[in-house]
């Protein structure tokens, strides 16, 4: 799977887990078994988006687990290559 899928996958995860969540609060004053299926199911979709990141959450080219700054990272912090194109990078960048 491409990186950029995993980080709208991701994404998209987190955002279903929050959306669960609200809607477990919201509907749990008049039903609380509707609330623990709410929180059980915000539980499984968290744990699969965990499960995608930590497979597919890596860079295409050494491996390296990109789970840190995952949605602002464009070159990898390891083998200093474009995650999009795989180019590699000179230097640091920047000034010194």
Do not use: H
Not at 24 to 34: A, N, T, Y
Request: hydrophobic share 45%.
């Amino acid at each position: 799977m491409k990186f950029e899928t995993v980080k709208k996958v991701t994404m998209a995860g987190l955002i279903l887990t929050a959306m669960v969540c609200i809607l477990g609060i919201v509907s749990g004053g008049s039903d609380p078994q509707l609330t623990m299926y709410m929180s059980y199911a915000a539980l499984v979709i968290m744990l699969f988006t965990l499960a995608i990141v930590l497979k597919w959450g890596r860079c295409p080219w050494c491996g390296a687990l990109l789970i840190r700054k995952m949605f602002s990272l464009k070159v990898c912090p390891s083998c200093n290559r474009d995650l999009v194109t795989g180019k590699k990078k000179k230097g640091k960048g920047g000034r010194r």
